[in-house]
């Protein structure tokens, strides 16, 4: 194991006056890809989210950054969640994109806010840094992750807050290119929303603007 940690250590390239390695390089473009997947209802995104996490797990354990590891364990969990779901529609049978219930937006900024108070007095205990924001992201993307194995719409708009929050928080942490993977996050959420918005449309048997269609 040790040998493919170093392996994966290695540098890769150098851009924007950081060194990239290559498990930076392969997260870049699998974050994107898997994010890009999703965004076209395609189910490979599960597969390659959950890959990614594994690769995640083994670097963040042995720097022994326990609480990242184990964050990469809860999303290969809810990634294998997801992948069974929309195989089979879950135990409802359902395959289509729906819109959240009312119950289910309360119960989502609950769940967000719960979270948010327990990893913000987990963080501010091991000192970790900007335990606030650092707190919120983790937060909205375990939520954003349920919602998005249920195929709820809103998935896209936590990932879009998600993401509006990270971009400074890394430019702050001069973690520049992952800035950069972010911002890309966010141009794909968006289009995500539209895309998934006007299936949901579609199954519905509602309306879709022309505009829209000819943007697929």
């Known amino acids: 194991m040790q040998m493919i940690i170093d392996w994966l250590n290695q540098p890769l390239l150098t851009a924007l006056g950081a060194t990239l390695s290559v498990v930076e390089g392969v997260g870049f473009v699998t974050g994107l890809l898997a994010v890009w997947l999703t965004a076209r209802r395609n189910i490979w995104n599960f597969p390659i989210g959950i890959a990614n996490g594994a690769l995640l ?16 364990i809860m999303f290969i969990i809810l990634g294998f969640a997801g992948w069974w779901f929309w195989l089979t529609g879950g135990v409802s049978r359902r395959k289509t994109i729906r819109a959240a219930t009312m119950v289910e937006r309360l ?17 501010t205990w091991v000192k970790g840094s900007i335990p606030v924001l650092d707190a919120l992201i983790t937060s909205l993307s375990i939520v954003a992750q349920w919602l998005l194995n249920r195929k709820i719409l809103e998935t896209w708009l936590l990932w879009i807050a998600t993401d509006i929050i ?20 966010l141009v794909l959420a968006c289009r ?23 943007t697929e």
């Open 107 to 123: 119960g989502t900024a609950l769940a967000v806010l719960l979270l948010v108070g327990s990893l913000y007095a987990f963080l």
């Open 166 to 185: 990270s971009i400074p928080v890394y430019l702050y942490k001069e973690l520049y290119l992952i800035a950069l993977l972010y911002a890309v996050f």
């Open 57 to 72: 797990f083994l670097l963040f354990f042995d720097a022994r950054l326990f609480a990242d590891a184990g964050l990469q």
């Open 192 to 214: 995500g929303y539209q895309l998934w918005r006007q299936e949901m449309l579609l199954s519905q048997g509602r309306a879709v603007p022309r505009a829209a269609l000819a």
